[in-house]
């Protein structure tokens, strides 16, 4: 995979230019080429040879910021086939699915590729990402935008076009570190991640609603294989600063979506019961007043 190892741009670098309103374009450097803007030109060849986030003028006097872009930069602004992973998520994904450089890892579905790209970066040249889509158009665009990310079509990439399901029963059993799913029912995937995760393995999906994720851990418990799923929320909150105007900004980013995670359980272990309050509509009434009572009771 390529990596930038010099702060001047090269021609076939991505640029982004950032004008002082703050709007964004992205152009990719060629000798000779010029950027068409309502104010006047920029050169390419002004750029090629200049330092990274340095600035440049068009011929009408806009002075604009080159850089080149970060991952974030680019998947907020590549094309779109399914609703992208946003980049706190990803990061939160990658963070705490633990990728490491040199993990194999599984990832369903592909959608437009932009978890695709941070999964590929943390796996580093050692690792491998095997993506898997059901949609032949969703994974032709996931192919694009990685290919333009980074350059190239990365070795350490696999995309197989197919349900997760049955195509990852094909794979070794226990040869996975991590299963990534992000899909509408990734219920329907757990036998098959239980089959590719080695003992320890992490398993995380990212469901964009209460009920997937309910779902997603009643049935993962059902399943006996993995320890206690975890369900978290991720909440951003930017902040505007500016002299004594310090607070939150005014518009934030919501609601993106839950993440769900636990581990593979070695064969033929058994997890010890929770020892937790139940809630009251799990059990029946006196079973619920036995659990407080031998809880009170420890
Ligand atoms: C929300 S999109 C994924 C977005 C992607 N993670 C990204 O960051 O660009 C969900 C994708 O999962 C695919 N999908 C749903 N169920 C699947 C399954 N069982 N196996 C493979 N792909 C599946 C859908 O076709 C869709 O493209």
């Not at 060629?30 to 104010?39: A, I, L, W, Y």
């Not at 990274?52 to 068009?58: G, I, K, P, Y």
């Not at 599984?106 to 932009?114: D, F, H, T, W």
């Not at 570190?177 to 080695?198: G, Y």
């Amino acid at each position: 995979m390529t990596r930038r190892t010099t702060g001047v741009f090269e021609a076939g670098d991505r640029v982004q230019l950032t004008d002082v309103k703050n709007r964004k374009h992205t152009i990719v450097l060629e000798p000779g080429k010029s950027f068409f803007t309502n104010h006047g030109s920029v050169l390419h060849d002004d750029l090629i040879g200049a330092f990274e986030a340095s600035t440049v003028t068009s011929t009408g006097n806009m002075v604009y910021l080159a850089l080149r872009p970060l991952l974030t930069d680019f998947v907020l602004s590549m094309p779109r086939g399914a609703a992208v992973v946003y980049p706190k998520d990803a990061a939160a994904i990658v963070g705490f699915a633990d990728i490491f450089p040199g993990a194999t890892v599984v990832e369903a579905g592909v959608g437009s590729g932009a978890l695709t790209c941070s999964l590929l970066r943390a796996v580093g040249d050692d690792g491998h990402v095997h993506s898997y889509e059901r949609r032949v158009d969703f994974a032709a665009v996931a192919t694009k935008n990685v290919t333009n990310f980074f350059g190239e079509l990365p070795s350490k990439w696999s995309l197989t076009v197919g349900d997760l399901q049955d195509e990852l029963v094909k794979h070794e059993p226990s040869s996975v570190d991590r299963v990534v799913l992000d899909m509408l029912a990734p219920w329907e995937c757990i036998a098959a991640a239980a089959h590719a995760l080695r003992p320890g393995g992490v398993l995380i999906a990212y469901v964009a609603t209460t009920t997937q994720m309910s779902r997603t851990i009643e049935d993962l418990r059902l399943d006996k294989r993995w320890t206690d799923p975890e369900g978290q929320e991720l909440i951003q909150r930017p902040w505007h600063v500016e002299g004594l105007a310090v607070r939150p900004n005014h518009r934030m980013q919501g609601h993106t979506g839950f993440l769900v995670q636990c581990r593979r359980l070695a064969p033929n272990t058994v997890l010890p019961p929770r020892r937790i309050r139940p809630a009251k509509g799990v059990q029946p009434e006196a079973e619920v007043l036995v659990s407080l009572v031998e809880e009170e009771n420890d």
